[in-house]
């Protein structure tokens, strides 16, 4: 996937050179809070939740499926209240059982995720399906609005959007698994801005933001440690191919670089989403005879993950 994006981003370099000198549906669904076995939300987990999950599983009280009441009495996350989660409410409220520790801290965030993507690219421990796709932003190449236009709908040609782009499946067990996981190699944590863990219907949501980069390079880039980056020794080899172009300085700057997953207790994962904002700058240009100076294009690129099955 890496060398399908870079060429993508090679080719939009040359068409952007060129042409210049002519006249990821989602469903929005609520979060619920809750705490696992406080079932009356009284802030601990004590026996009389223990009482109202034994009561739920036998019929004497009623909690709509999906709830906080539900959602708390549900331990074991299989989308039934019975005897058992009580009997674990019971246990955990005495002291017997824990329900297991969540990560809090910044590192032991990051670790419960990096060990997630990890067992799949090392292991292929999951099947799933990937799909990656660009977005065209701002143009800055001609000055003339009409003329970038016409240019960026020319550049579009050249990626794909959240529309055309088309999932592939990798299989548990299989090369395919390991091969399309972007896993994490990044020992370096205060590359990390922030990390945040929440709580989400019994699944722990992530979020990972990434300190930004300028034209990532080879053996020193932490984002290509962790994501979906094209690196710009392989950027160069491309354009040095494309004769008409003579000389050129250009950079390749990447903000906002976050990593969205929800992952189970287990440290399964459930979904992932990379998403950066992009911004080429051409501060340099020579194609033929002519120049460009100082021209700018803004995209994003995004990386979704959905369907795991362990």
Known sequence: MKKAFQKRISLILAVLLAVSLLPLAANNV??????LGDVDNDGAVTAGDARLALRKSVGLEYFVSGSREFLACDVDCDKMV???DARVILRVSVGLESFGEIPVTKSEIIEFYARAVNDVKNNGTASYRKKEYQT????????????DSVIKDTAEKYFKNEASAEFQTAEK??????????????????????????QNNGNYDITLVMAGENTPHKGGSHLDAVGSVI???DIDAELKNISQIKEYDIRIKYQNYTIKATLSP????????HHCDITIEIRHAKIAIFTLENKTVNMENTVLYSDFAY
């Open 30 to 35: 609520s979060a619920v809070n809750y705490k």
């Open 82 to 84: 019975t005897a058992a």
């Open 136 to 147: 065209l932003g701002t143009f800055n190449i001609t000055g003339n609005g009409f003329v």
């Open 173 to 198: 067990g299989k090369d395919s698994s390991k091969e399309k996981m972007l896993g994490w190699n990044l020992k370096d944590y205060s590359k990390v801005v922030s990390a945040k863990l929440e």
């Open 231 to 233: 690196l710009w020794e």
């Open 266 to 273: 287990e440290g399964e994962l459930i979904g992932i989403t």
